[in-house]
Structures are given as structure tokens and as C-alpha cells.
């Protein structure tokens, strides 16, 4: 029967080993990725994070996991990752593909109601998001924007023309 509470010495140490080398292998390869990596810019890229945090707890814990293996796996995610978010800034088809597109949910403070029902986004989660932003009032609002990354953006006061962030938005 397998201790519960303690397996010895032996796992512990290659816990702390496996867990240290791991961890700097990690952080090696996200230096030499760059920032965009763990941006978290969209769905895409979060989900990236977590298979990344999942790997590495795999690597650490999993003992039929060497750690070169470990190290290969947390490579290619990053590799893929980095390989799709270069490519998607030069083919705007990948890019919608892969991140999707911003929605706009509330225009001058009317709510969207088939924005709203295509995105699965509630009216008080709206109210929400204006609340968060500091916004009293729902028709004080210019825009509540659903962001690629599922997080809201809200425009208190919208200039016109071209130099609007709404710009091309549906």
C-alpha cells in the first residue's frame, strides 16, 4: 500500500530537483520567447498559459515525466504559441481563426440585445462591467466592448471619426 501522507525521502528530493530545474528551464525558455508569450491577449494565449502551468506540474510531479521530455513539451507549447501569434499578425484570416474579434455589446447606452444573446452575455453583467469602470449611469456609457480575451472594455466618452478605439467594430 502507498503511504499517504509520505513516500520517503527519495520522492522528495526529485520533487525539489526535478521542481527547481524545471522551473529554470521555464523561465529560460519564456525569456528567450519574449513578453507576448504571457500576454494574454485573447483565449487563445490564455489557454497556452494554462497548458504551459499544467505541463509544468506534470513535469514536477509526474514521475514517468523525465525532465527532458518535460522540458520538450513546455518548448513546443511555446514554440506553437509563438509560431500562431506571428503568423496571425501577418494573415489576418489566421488571426480571426485563431482570436476571434471584439463585440460590442452597449452603443450610447442602448443595450445590444443580439450581441448580447450571440455572446451569452447577460444585461447585468453589462451593468457589471460599468459598475467596475466607475460608469453610475448605462446611458453615460459611449461603448461596453467584449474583448477577444473575454475581459470588457468601457468608453465613458467616444470621439468621433477614425481616431475611435470603436472603430470597426460590429
Known sequence: MDAVLFNGWGPLGRTLLVGVLAYAAL???????GKRTLAKMNAFDLVVTVA?????ATIVLNKSVALAEGTLALAL?????????WSSTRWPALRRLVTGEPRLLLR??????DALRDTRIT?????????A????RVDAAAAVVLETDGSFSVIADEPEGE????????
Open 123 to 131: 444585461r447585468e453583467e453589462v451593468r457589471a462591467a460599468l459598475r
Open 27 to 33: 523561465i529560460f525558455i519564456l525569456r528567450l520567447s
Open 108 to 113: 450610447h447606452g442602448v443595450m445590444l440585445d
Open 133 to 136: 469602470a466607475g460608469v453610475a
Open 52 to 56: 504551459i502551468g499544467s505541463t509544468l
Open 77 to 85: 507549447l511555446v514554440a506553437m504559441q509563438y509560431g500562431v501569434s
Open 163 to 170: 481616431a475611435s478605439s470603436l472603430h470597426g467594430l460590429r
